[in-house]
T-cell receptor, first 117, second 112 residues
Framework: AQTVTQSQPEMSVQEAETVTLSCTYD???????LFWYKQPPSRQMILVIR??????QNATENRFSVNFQKAAKSFSLKISDSQLGDAAMYFC??????????????FGKGMKLTVNP | DSGVTQTPKHLITATGQRVTLRCSPR?????VYWYQQSLDQGLQFLIQ???????AKGNILERFSAQQFPDLHSELNLSSLELGDSALYFC???????????FGPGTRLTVT
């Protein structure tokens, strides 16, 4: 079974600075997707960024980028120019790409990010 | 706004009761997923439906059941409720071949 580990339960960053959230996962599959979701105090789950395992290029979305290391099974999220609105729980998630299997997301336990003004 | 809607937003009920949570997926999405978020278990996959048929089951209790209707909306039925069923229940939907799942705002269930 696949597992996702977020070892840091909490982090803080100063506004306008850069922070990196770490995530590791375990799988025997070669093709899969990885995601970062953000959950602000409203509790809404918001998709931040997606990475396909077959792509060597790291995904970027505006101030958000990932460092995907397939061999190390590592998937970190970098937030540049941190803003107060980035304060939230961040969840790393895994999804198999196998079409015949479950498309469920497997989540890590999450990490609480605080942004200090 | 993800385009996924869930009702009700909040639900307070007593132990032993039965409730129904409703989800409408994004327009055009055929897959619906249900997840439970609790303090002790984190975010857990419950069940997936694709175009009206059950596609995958996760850690769903026998007291829980779900279905997806011809108009693609889905309902999650929780019966014989226990205090431990108190949680945030999310519905998510995705397109046929896409990897992204878009989440609704959730239903907060409190069992007293």
């Amino acid at each position: 079974a696949q597992t996702v580990t977020q070892s840091q339960p909490e982090m803080s960053v100063q506004e306008a600075e850069t922070v990196t959230l770490s995530c590791t996962y375990d799988t025997s599959e070669s093709d899969y997707y990885l995601f970062w979701y953000k959950q602000p105090p409203s509790r809404q789950m918001i998709l931040v960024i997606r990475q396909e395992a077959y792509k060597q290029q790291n995904a970027t979305e505006n101030r958000f980028s990932v460092n995907f290391q397939k061999a190390a099974k590592s998937f970190s999220l970098k937030i540049s120019d941190s803003q107060l609105g980035d304060a939230a729980m961040y969840f790393c998630a895994y999804r198999s790409a196998w079409q015949g299997g479950s498309e469920k997301l497997v989540f890590g336990k999450g990490m609480k990010l605080t942004v200090n003004p | 706004d993800s385009g996924v809607t869930q009702t009700p937003k909040h639900l307070i009920t007593a132990t032993g009761q039965r409730v129904t949570l409703r989800c409408s997926p994004r327009s055009g999405d055929l897959s619906v997923y249900w997840y439970q978020q609790s303090l002790d278990q984190g975010l857990q996959f419950l069940i997936q439906y694709y175009n009206g048929e059950e596609r995958a089951k996760g850690n769903i209790l026998e007291r829980f059941s779900a279905q997806q209707f011809p108009d693609l909306h889905s309902e999650l039925n929780l019966s014989s409720l226990e205090l431990g069923d108190s949680a945030l229940y999310f519905c998510a939907s995705s397109g046929r071949l896409a990897g992204e799942q878009y989440f609704g705002p959730g239903t907060r269930l409190t069992v007293t």
